[in-house]
């Protein structure tokens, strides 16, 4: 898989070579660093994304270099092996290992890419490489393409120029394969575990934590290891902040209780939202809001089509919330220009939808030029609309404020329509009522 990958770069940077010699061009990569949290304690390490698509390598420090047509065209740099370390942390793939099990056609300790580097570019055109991507690589990236400079001068072979392999990369990686699918399947089956679990064990009296527990034990009992992004798990008028994370305050009779999470596995994440009453049962004002977002969730996954575009979902979604604002007498006048006054703004201010994949907000454009991306088989998104009623909103009824409630389903286009892969997790509200707070019974 990961060796396919890389063929498929070659072969466009072949495609995109403009020279006679096909095989002009080379790119590098770059691992994440460890990051310092505290003495002697480091941030948990996760590999960069395209960085773990192209080797599956899952180690700090490492550079790789990609050459089409070389002898050698794909050589890691790895961390040594070091008998010290492997006693405290546990042993390193090493050169062997890069050799061995990562498909390394060369492999040298990270500490020789300084020497080793500029003779292995010496002839090479066009440099793929993302500048900014890591602060020690950049250096010896713009050493090298002031030295060619130089020796071009006194006639040796030109540098013609140094490409950003970023959109070839987020191209192939918003086009999910099979076996990408199958891990981000996986993921969303964690996460509905997770979720059902949280649904059982809420009830008033419980702290945000508590539940956030409930559900990461799910993830991590069922081999995730690690959440795609922290939980949100937000009770009452929290609801409304969007990125809420804080998961510390008790959880009181009448709340909502809105949780945004997703188990990552293989690298890939789920990303799922859900809205229930902590009691079990909505009240009227809390259950008209929540019919407006499913309805309009529902509108935005049913234009999730091939062939139809990345807005769309969302023009879809927006027309329902509109339609809902002035229902609840929020807003008032024609649906149209309301929509196109963008009315609904101070109570949906984000998006219905981004790329899902190996990160949460996955790569890959939204728009070319004047539209939005049309829609294939093969990419993922979430549609998440939700309504947002700030408790401090003078202009919205009393009864409603502080209502704050999102939805969000991750969905994937395929040839005849879509998958929703999350719609195991219900979203139904008599559902929800009947399955919150059930671990008690
Ligand atoms: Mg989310
Ligand atoms: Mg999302």
Same mark, same amino acid.
């Given at each position: 898989?990961?060796?396919?990958?890389?063929?498929?770069?070659?072969?466009?940077?072949?495609?995109?070579?403009?020279?006679?010699?096909?095989?002009?061009?080379?790119?590098?990569?770059?691992?994440?660093?460890?990051?310092?949290?505290?003495?002697?304690?480091?941030?948990?390490?996760?590999?960069?994304?395209?960085? !773990?698509?192209?080797?599956?390598?899952?180690?700090?420090?490492? *550079?790789?270099?990609?050459?089409?047509?070389?002898?050698?065209?794909?050589?890691?740099?790895?961390?040594?092996?070091?008998?010290?370390?492997?006693?405290? *942390?546990?042993?390193?793939?090493?050169?062997?290992?890069?050799?061995?099990?990562?498909?390394?056609?060369?492999?040298?300790?990270?500490?020789?890419?300084?020497?080793?580097?500029?003779?292995?570019?010496?002839?090479?055109?066009?440099?793929?490489?993302?500048?900014?991507?890591?602060?020690?690589?950049?250096?010896?990236?713009?050493?090298?393409?002031?030295?060619?400079?130089?020796?071009?001068?006194?006639?040796?072979?030109?540098?013609?120029?140094?490409?950003?392999?970023?959109?070839?990369?987020? @191209?192939?990686?918003?086009?999910?394969?099979?076996?990408?699918?199958?891990?981000?399947?996986?993921?969303?089956?964690?996460?509905?575990?997770?979720?059902?679990?949280?649904?059982?064990?809420?009830?008033?009296?419980?702290?945000?934590?508590?539940?956030?527990?409930?559900?990461?034990?799910?993830?991590?009992?069922?081999?995730?290891?690690?959440?795609? !992004?922290?939980?949100?798990?937000?009770?009452?008028?929290?609801?409304?902040?969007?990125?809420?994370?804080?998961?510390?305050?008790?959880?009181?009779?009448?709340?909502?209780?809105?949780?945004?999470?997703?188990?990552?596995?293989?690298? !890939?994440?789920?990303?799922?939202?859900?809205?229930?009453?902590?009691?079990?049962?909505?009240?009227?004002? @809390?259950?008209?809001?929540?019919?407006?977002?499913?309805?309009?969730?529902?509108?935005?996954?049913?234009?999730?089509?091939?062939?139809?575009?990345?807005?769309?979902?969302?023009?879809?979604?927006?027309?329902?919330?509109?339609?809902?604002?002035?229902?609840?007498?929020?807003?008032?006048?024609?649906?149209?220009?309301?929509?196109?006054?963008?009315?609904?703004?101070?109570? !949906?201010?984000?998006?219905?939808?981004?790329?899902?994949?190996?990160?949460?907000?996955?790569?890959?454009?939204?728009?070319?030029?004047?539209?939005? *991306?049309?829609?294939?088989?093969?990419?993922?998104?979430?549609?998440?609309?939700?309504?947002?009623?700030?408790?401090?909103?003078?202009?919205?009824? @009393?009864?409603?404020?502080?209502?704050?409630?999102?939805?969000?389903?991750?969905?994937?286009?395929?040839?005849?329509?879509?998958?929703?892969?999350?719609?195991?997790?219900?979203?139904?509200?008599?559902?929800?009522?009947?399955?919150?707070?059930?671990?008690?019974?």
């Amino acid at each position: 898989m990961f060796a396919e990958r890389r063929v498929q770069l070659i072969e466009t940077m072949r495609a995109l070579s403009d020279s006679s010699d096909a095989d002009s061009s080379a790119a590098i990569f770059v691992s994440a660093r460890e990051t310092p949290r505290n003495s002697d304690v480091d941030y948990e390490f996760r590999q960069e994304s395209t960085f !773990y698509y192209l080797t599956g390598f899952d180690e700090p420090d490492t *550079v790789i270099l990609i050459r089409p047509g070389a002898e050698a065209p794909f050589i890691m740099f790895v961390r040594p092996h070091d008998p010290q370390m492997a006693i405290w *942390v546990g042993a390193r793939a090493g050169t062997d290992g890069a050799l061995q099990h990562y498909g390394a056609d060369e492999a040298y300790p990270i500490d020789e890419l300084e020497a080793r580097l500029p003779p292995l570019l010496a002839q090479v055109e066009h440099l793929y490489y993302t500048l900014g991507s890591d602060d020690e690589v950049d250096t010896l990236v713009s050493e090298h393409v002031a030295n060619r400079r130089q020796q071009a001068q006194r006639g040796g072979p030109r540098l013609a120029d140094l490409r950003d392999p970023g959109p070839i990369l987020e @191209q192939m990686r918003l086009l999910k394969s099979e076996s990408e699918v199958a891990s981000l399947t996986r993921a969303i089956a964690i996460t509905g575990h997770g979720f059902d679990a949280a649904f059982r064990l809420t009830r008033p009296g419980l702290h945000e934590y508590e539940v956030q527990a409930a559900l990461e034990a799910e993830f991590r009992r069922l081999g995730s290891p690690r959440n795609g !992004y922290p939980s949100i798990v937000a009770a009452a008028h929290d609801s409304c902040i969007l990125h809420y994370t804080t998961n510390r305050k008790q959880i009181h009779d009448g709340d909502l209780l809105l949780i945004d999470a997703g188990a990552e596995v293989d690298y !890939y994440t789920a990303d799922v939202t859900r809205t229930w009453p902590a009691n079990g049962r909505f009240t009227p004002e @809390q259950r008209a809001v929540y019919d407006i977002v499913l309805e309009a969730e529902r509108a935005g996954i049913a234009a999730s089509q091939p062939g139809a575009h990345f807005d769309h979902p969302h023009n879809a979604a927006v027309r329902i919330l509109t339609q809902g604002l002035v229902d609840l007498k929020i807003l008032e006048g024609d649906i149209d220009a309301l929509i196109e006054d963008d009315a609904y703004r101070p109570f !949906y201010m984000h998006s219905t939808s981004h790329w899902l994949g190996m990160d949460v907000h996955d790569v890959g454009r939204y728009r070319d030029s004047e539209d939005s *991306v049309e829609l294939i088989p093969g990419m993922c998104f979430t549609v998440e609309p939700g309504l947002y009623l700030s408790p401090d909103d003078e202009n919205i009824p @009393q009864p409603l404020r502080g209502i704050g409630i999102r939805i969000e389903d991750d969905i994937l286009i395929t040839a005849d329509g879509h998958n929703n892969l999350s719609e195991h997790i219900p979203t139904d509200p008599d559902a929800l009522e009947s399955i919150v707070g059930s671990s008690q019974n």
